[in-house]
């Protein structure tokens, strides 16, 4: 049993873990006051939004058929807008007993937004996703045009070590989810949809709620991008939008569904973030860090592609 | 335990300009669909499962006097019926996954107690089937992928057993499957027909609806083209009617 179970791991973490050793190596090397371990809790910190955002991602591409949501970059930024703004500023609501059930909600509902377009009216998730991306950039943008602060001062607390918190009730609800009936099934669509409808299995809505739980978690996500800055910024919240997929790929998530695991999504995050810190040591352009994100994108799906080759070869040899 | 339902075809049209046909499927009797490919038999099948809407006519679903209209597949699943598919490879297994997660797909809420999966309970529902219909896997852990192929069918026949069917749609369910474990699966079939339960094989072998089937239905250009149990079935007449002649 534990071998297998072993192996599964191995094969799923496979390539992404491995890079995650040797970019940590290479930061100590390179900056160790940076990634001395007292520091660890700042850097969790400065990377939180970017694992919240991968982990948020990975729902829905686990569902399959073409499952993915491009719009959790921009629903972080429309949390942290209305989160700020809305309630903070304008509303003079500052209980974390408030605004935490706001941001989850207002995920959960723009969540079911995307899975009845995509699961219901049936336009492919990523057409239907980049709507709401587009329309959610626009309504940030009215409710805050410019950077605006500052944050309640609970929120900014989460900004550090502390950020490992919101990171922790994701995965403890994974760790929940997955002890629920509901998780075969969404393995099982991500695997094969028809066999699961022929199966018995009610794909739609089992697919729907992969899309409610991607906004859940894309909310906190939401949560920790406004303990990072502070603020409100309507700018940032896009940013994450590729970056978070790029981590999700990278860390062994099959795009095509049913193959992997929020901790993949989460060592492929640490991975991006591991990598801006080396290229931003060597004192490379931004531009040039896009350059080589495209890269080992690219060669993390092919990479991951040759590895389950050479396992399907194993295991029918 | 099965309770008796019996499924009625209403004037069902398979194919625009094709001959209504009316047949009723009663629980205890296997009935065989045959014909050659493609000529309307695989159209049936699906028609009663509610897989396809019919050009016209309806299927019902009998159960103690209520009737019932197959309207959809879902439908179909929720009211004791069960389908086998024909394409193990395509729309059966799920490659990635293991033997018992294979098995247990169509059925997790049993699994669940206080709605929280245990494994252990999975575990044993599959060895009572593991032994019932005797399949030979080492580590219900393992791929489903590292099982022969009559394994794989077998655990693909506990999944539907499981969701414990009151009428099993069989399309070709001994497609690629060796003749020890063809047998095996002939008395499992017998035995489920003889707790009451309605069985639709439709089948690529002539041999296997004679010895297995109490009666056949023969589909020519998706018309029924003949009826036929008993000392009426023989190979020779079988075949005939599959290619359109008088026996």
């Not at chain 1, 605004?99 to 941001?103: E, F, H, K, M, Y």
């Not at chain 2, 023969?218 to 003949?226: G, M, N």
């Given at each position: 049993?534990n071998?297998i179970?072993?192996?599964?791991?191995?094969?799923?973490?496979?390539?992404g873990?491995l890079?995650?050793?040797?970019?940590?190596?290479?930061n100590?090397?390179?900056?160790?006051?940076r990634?001395?371990?007292?520091?660890w809790?700042?850097?969790i910190?400065?990377?939180?939004?970017?694992?919240?955002?991968?982990?948020?991602s990975?729902?829905?591409?686990?569902?399959?058929?073409?499952?993915?949501?491009?719009?959790?970059?921009?629903l972080?930024?429309?949390v942290?807008?209305?989160?700020?703004?809305?309630?903070?500023?304008?509303?003079g609501?500052?209980?974390?007993f408030v605004?935490?059930?706001?941001?989850l909600?207002?995920?959960?509902g723009?969540?079911?937004?995307?899975?009845?377009?995509?699961?219901?009216?049936?336009?492919?998730?990523?057409?239907?996703?980049l709507?709401?991306y587009?329309?959610?950039?626009?309504?940030?943008?009215?409710?805050?045009?410019?950077?605006?602060?500052?944050?309640?001062?609970?929120?900014k607390?989460?900004a550090?070590p502390?950020?490992?918190?919101?990171?922790a009730?994701?995965?403890?609800a994974?760790?929940?989810?997955?002890r629920?009936?509901?998780y075969d099934?969404?393995?099982a669509?991500?695997?094969?949809d028809?066999?699961a409808?022929?199966?018995?299995?009610d794909?739609?809505?089992?697919?729907?709620?992969?899309y409610?739980?991607?906004?859940?978690?894309?909310?906190?996500?939401?949560l920790?991008?406004?303990?990072?800055?502070?603020?409100?910024?309507p700018?940032?919240?896009?940013t994450y939008?590729?970056?978070?997929?790029?981590?999700?790929?990278?860390?062994?998530?099959?795009?095509?569904?049913?193959r992997?695991?929020?901790i993949?999504?989460?060592?492929?995050?640490i991975?991006?973030?591991?990598l801006?810190?080396?290229?931003?040591?060597?004192?490379?352009?931004?531009y040039?860090?896009?350059?080589?994100?495209?890269?080992?994108?690219?060669?993390?799906?092919?990479?991951?592609?040759?590895?389950?080759?050479?396992?399907?070869?194993?295991?029918?040899? | 335990?099965v309770?008796?339902?019996?499924?009625h075809?209403?004037?069902?049209?398979?194919?625009?300009?094709?001959?209504?046909?009316?047949?009723?499927?009663?629980?205890?009797?296997?009935?065989?669909l045959?014909?050659?490919?493609?000529?309307?038999?695989?159209?049936?099948?699906?028609?009663?499962?509610?897989?396809?809407?019919?050009?016209?006519?309806?299927?019902?679903?009998?159960?103690?006097g209520?009737?019932?209209?197959?309207?959809?597949f879902?439908?179909?699943?929720d009211?004791?019926?069960?389908?086998?598919?024909?394409?193990?490879?395509a729309?059966g297994?799920?490659?990635?996954?293991?033997?018992?997660?294979?098995f247990a797909?169509?059925?997790?809420?049993?699994d669940?107690?206080?709605?929280?999966?245990?494994?252990?309970?999975?575990?044993?529902?599959?060895?009572g089937?593991?032994?019932?219909?005797?399949?030979?896997a080492?580590?219900?852990?393992?791929?489903?992928?590292?099982?022969?192929?009559?394994?794989?069918?077998?655990?693909?026949?506990?999944?539907a057993?499981?969701l414990e069917?009151?009428?099993?749609?069989?399309?070709?369910?001994?497609?690629?499957?060796?003749?020890?474990?063809?047998?095996?699966?002939?008395?499992?079939?017998?035995?489920l027909a003889?707790?009451g339960?309605g069985l639709?094989?439709?089948?690529?072998?002539?041999?296997?609806?004679?010895?297995?089937?109490?009666r056949v239905?023969?589909?020519?250009?998706?018309?029924?083209?003949?009826?036929?149990?008993?000392?009426a079935m023989?190979?020779?007449?079988?075949?005939?009617?599959m290619?359109?002649?008088a026996?």
């Open positions: 049993m071998t179970r072993l192996a599964n791991i191995r094969r799923s973490l496979g390539f873990a890079l995650l050793v040797v970019l940590l190596a290479v100590l090397y390179l900056n160790p006051a990634f001395h371990p007292a520091a809790g700042t850097l910190g400065l990377a939180a939004p970017l694992i919240g955002a991968a982990l948020a990975t729902p829905v591409i686990l569902s399959g058929r073409g499952g993915i949501d491009i719009s959790v970059g921009p972080m930024g429309f942290n807008a209305i989160i700020i703004q809305t309630l903070f500023l304008k509303g609501v500052e209980s974390p605004i935490v059930p706001v941001a909600l207002v995920g959960a723009i969540g079911a937004i995307n899975g009845f377009l995509t699961t219901i009216v049936r336009i492919q998730p990523i057409v239907a996703t709507g709401t587009l329309v959610l950039t626009g309504i940030t943008l009215t409710i805050v045009p410019a950077p605006i602060g500052p944050a309640p001062q609970w929120i607390a989460f550090g502390l950020s490992i918190i919101p990171l009730v994701i995965f403890l994974w760790w929940l989810i997955r629920l009936p509901y099934l969404l393995m669509i991500g695997s094969d028809r066999a409808y022929t199966a018995g299995v794909v739609t809505r089992v697919r729907f709620a992969a409610v739980i991607t906004g859940v978690f894309a909310g906190m996500a939401g920790m991008l406004t303990a990072l800055i502070g603020s409100a910024d700018n940032i919240g896009q939008t590729l970056i978070s997929i790029a981590a999700v790929a990278l860390g062994g998530v099959s795009l095509a569904g049913g992997g695991g929020l993949g999504a989460a060592i492929g995050a991975d991006i973030f591991l801006q810190s080396v290229l931003t040591a060597f004192n490379v352009s931004t040039v860090l896009q350059v080589a994100y495209g890269a080992i994108l690219v060669a993390a799906v092919v990479l991951t592609a040759v590895q389950e080759r050479a396992n399907r070869r194993e295991r029918n040899a | 335990m309770s008796a339902i019996t499924l075809a209403r004037n069902l049209v398979l194919r625009p300009g094709g001959q209504p046909l009316n047949q009723t499927i009663r629980p205890g009797e296997i009935v065989g045959a014909g050659l490919d493609g000529h309307g038999q695989e159209r049936f099948l699906e028609v009663l499962a509610g897989l396809h809407t019919p050009h016209a006519g309806e299927v019902r679903l009998e159960r103690g209520q009737q019932t209209v197959i309207t959809s879902r439908r179909a699943v009211n004791g019926i069960t389908y086998l598919p024909r394409d193990r490879r729309t297994i799920f490659p990635t996954q293991s033997v018992l997660d294979n797909i169509s059925t997790v809420g049993k669940a107690r206080f709605g929280i999966l245990s494994f252990r309970n999975r575990r044993k529902r599959y060895e089937f593991r032994e019932r219909l005797s399949i030979n080492p580590r219900p852990d393992a791929p489903i992928t590292t099982l022969s192929g009559g394994n794989q069918q077998k655990v693909l026949l506990a999944r057993l499981a069917p009151d009428m099993l749609l069989l399309n070709d369910p001994t497609r690629g499957v060796d003749v020890a474990t063809r047998h095996v699966l002939y008395d499992v079939f017998r035995g003889r707790e339960m639709v094989v439709l089948s690529s072998e002539i041999e296997e609806i004679l010895v297995l089937c109490n239905l023969v589909f020519r250009d998706f018309e029924l083209a003949a009826e036929m149990s008993g000392d023989t190979t020779e007449t079988v075949i005939a009617a290619f359109g002649r026996a």
